[in-house]
């Protein structure tokens, strides 16, 4: 069959999400070449990039380095950057379907999931997301009024996030200076009052899923020393035969190393625990948080943790949930309730023609960000598929022309990649002029005074 995709009337794809699972969309329908194609990548912030700007930690730059490669992506005359426009709102699914032959979801998953357990609704409980959507200066948190005045926070999960936020709460000024740390966080943190920082576990160290790099900074803090319970990490021969991932190997050896060392008296600790749940977040009788109860657990035979019935009051005033990120539902999209995602098979949304998703929102928040490109290949692989068999449904108005028309109509103030190219030159500027990699740019209003000139 003849395909109707041509040099002048090509595969118009919409990308709904700007993150590293959209952006890897977009150069996997770039690098084929079965196909002419025109991307369209939406994000209803001015801003690309998703987590690789609000959710890796600010003092691991090298890891934002992958933005090299997204630029690339983004400057393609094939690809265009609609920043500022919100799904659902500025322009809705009928909208796009109109206008696109296929609709590829890959929003992430921005929401969090809940410990559920009473006093999680106190003053000073909030989710690691939370947090760091505010240190990393995510707009929807920049303007939050966060004062660190606990001498005790409790971190609750053994990822990396957890292990992030622990270490942002325990550097100096100095040494988060050279971070992109955002500049409203940057003099609250040379404030605060935190001197003790408990990251808890429900099992044990070879269950933990922090990886080792990011474990071992730990140790080479300038004021603050880890602290790790011998008991709390003794394993039998059998649980340490069954040890099989290097990565977990390594960490018990690092585990070890901290528990062995011999407390310097240094200003701040680190406390890594392990075998504890928490039950409780308890009161001041002011609705703020006064301490956190927790329960110490066994491992059964199958590694599940189970309560010994033995409780524990740790002195805390701040509690931040780090127990996995939970995707949300888009308007007009089906959505798995139970498991946080868009219901697909293998990246088609189920039930739907031309509509796709890649990511977190496709197979739930696991791996790094290197991971989301592989599964952005193999969504793009299907449409592709469906594309050359003639399933999709045709846009009757393909042209970008038209879309610019709609929002223009619309009063949306669409954010391009070129404005977005200015910001960020504004930021490294600034950045430099300060001493420092990048002085972010916050809040929504101010950004969208940068632009191309």
């Known amino acids: 069959m003849t395909l109707p995709y041509t040099p002048e009337r090509p595969l118009r794809v919409a990308v709904i999400g700007s993150g590293p699972s959209g952006i890897y969309t977009a ?47 983004l400057g393609d005359p094939r690809v265009r950057f609609l920043g ?40 000073g409980s909030l989710s690691a997301t939370e947090f760091v959507a505010w240190y990393n200066g995510h707009p929807d948190a920049a303007a939050r009024d966060l004062l660190l005045n606990a001498t005790g926070v409790a971190v609750v999960g053994v990822g990396n996030v957890a292990l992030d936020v622990a270490r942002i709460l325990v550097k100096t000024t100095r040494e988060l200076h050279e971070s992109d740390i955002a500049p409203h966080a ?28 990011e ?54 600790r680190v406390h890594l625990r392990f075998l504890v749940s928490p039950v409780e977040i308890l009161s001041d009788g002011q609705g703020n948080v006064a301490g956190l109860k927790v329960e110490k ?10 309560g010994t019935g033995v409780y524990e009051t740790l002195p805390v005033q701040l509690v931040l949930r780090s127990v996995g990120y939970r995707g949300v539902a888009l308007p007009d ?60 449904p045709a846009a009757p108005k393909a042209s970008p022309a038209d879309v610019d028309a709609l929002l223009s109509g619309k009063g949306v103030d669409v954010y391009s990649f ?19 990699p990048r002085h972010k740019i916050v809040h929504r209003e101010e950004m969208l005074k940068h632009r191309k000139a």
Not at 30 to 53: E, H, I, M
Not at 225 to 251: H, Q
Not at 297 to 306: C, S
């Open 297 to 306: 657990n066994r491992l059964d035979e199958n590694g599940n943790a189970v």
């Open 186 to 213: 940057l003099p609250v943190l040379e404030k605060s009052d935190v001197k003790d920082v408990w990251i808890l576990g429900r099992r044990g160290p070879a269950q933990a899923a922090f990886t080792t790099k």
């Open 215 to 268: 474990l071992r900074e730990f140790g080479e803090l300038e004021v603050t020393e880890p602290i790790v319970n011998p008991d709390e990490i003794a394993l039998t021969e059998a649980e340490e035969t069954a040890i099989t991932d290097n990565v977990k190997k390594k960490n018990v050896e690092v585990l070890r190393d901290f528990a062995a060392r011999t407390p310097g008296g240094k200003d701040r």
């Open 418 to 436: 070129a404005d977005w190219q200015a910001l960020d030159a504004q930021e490294l500027a600034q950045g430099q002029a300060a001493g420092r």
């Open 27 to 73: 150069e996997s329908l770039l690098k084929q070449t079965n196909l002419p194609v025109s991307v369209d990548v939406y994000d209803r912030l001015p801003t690309p990039y998703g987590l690789v700007r609000y959710g890796v930690a600010p003092d691991h730059l090298t890891i934002k380095s992958v933005t090299k490669g997204f630029e690339k992506t």
């Open 333 to 392: 999209v089906p959505f798995d309730e139970k498991r946080g995602v868009i219901p697909n098979d293998e990246g088609r949304v189920q039930g739907r023609s031309g509509e796709y998703t890649a990511g977190w929102i496709k197979r739930g928040p696991s791996g790094v960000v290197g991971t989301n490109r592989k599964c952005a290949a193999d969504t793009v692989a299907l449409l592709l598929a469906d594309a050359g068999s003639g399933d999709l």
């Open 84 to 123: 500022n426009v919100e799904f659902g709102k500025d322009i809705t699914l009928a909208e796009l379907k109109a206008h696109y032959d296929a609709v590829v979801y890959t929003v992430g998953a921005s929401s969090d999931r809940r410990l559920g357990i009473p006093g999680e609704d106190l003053k």
